[in-house]
């Protein structure tokens, strides 16, 4: 089994900025891709970004140039950096990553409990 630990989440003003941490824990050989997803009130879970094993990154249009996805393969972790925020980011956030379980490459999508995001004044 893999767990997503999530954290960093919390109450910011319009304009402030909030960093997001996740780490994967587990039986894990591999993690290939990770992402972060939100959901807000009465919407569905939407793709706010993604990274792959080497490094590249996809942004959904609304976040693209004030948040930054980031991870580090030794520690089986993604963060996201989103400055710039706005009312329009309140949503729970969760963390999102793709799992070799062993050398048998046999490969299952897992998820964070979610994390709150709230950006108000």
């Known amino acids: 089994q893999v767990q997503l630990a999530e954290s960093g989440g919390g109450l910011v003003q319009p304009g402030g900025s909030l960093r997001l941490s996740c780490a994967a824990s587990g039986v894990i050989f591999r993690v290939n891709d990770m992402g972060w997803y939100r959901q807000a009130p009465g919407k569905s879970r939407e793709l706010v970004a993604t990274?792959?094993?080497?490094?590249?990154?996809n942004y959904a249009d609304s976040v693209k140039g004030r948040f930054t996805i980031s991870r580090d393969n030794a520690k089986n972790t993604v963060s996201l950096q989103m400055n710039s925020l706005k009312p329009e980011d309140t949503a729970v956030y969760y963390c999102?990553?793709?799992?070799?379980?062993?050398?048998?490459?046999?490969?299952?999508?897992?998820w964070g409990q979610g994390t709150q995001v709230t950006v108000s004044s």
């Open positions: 999102n990553a793709r799992v070799e379980a062993s050398i048998i490459r046999i490969s299952t999508d897992y």
């Open positions: 990274i792959s094993s080497g490094g590249f990154a």
